[in-house]
């Protein structure tokens, strides 16, 4: 999607997601649910990712995300 401008709008966390991850941290018994959860999969789609905080270590992960800001900071990146 393009504005009137042809500049491409961005998403909110592109805006105030600068160093999201230094402050962020995410809630460990939130985490583990979800990998109970998602038991042995071995791929994952995380469709609004952000730094990617509730995914699962072993699992190959496609993350998507609409703030690139987000994805920069995403720990597949920093593994």
Do not use: C
Not at 50 to 70: H, K, R
Request: glycine share 12%; aromatic share 4%; no cysteine.
């Amino acid at each position: 999607m393009e504005t009137a401008a042809g500049d491409r709008p961005s998403a909110t966390y592109d805006r105030i997601g600068i160093g999201y991850s230094d402050i962020r941290r995410p809630d460990r018994r939130l985490h583990a649910l979800i990998g109970q959860v998602l038991g042995s999969v071995h791929t994952v789609v995380n469709v609004g990712a952000g730094t990617g905080s509730y995914e699962p270590e072993a699992a190959d992960v496609t993350a998507v995300d609409p703030s690139q800001v987000m994805l920069d900071q995403h720990l597949g990146r920093r593994r």
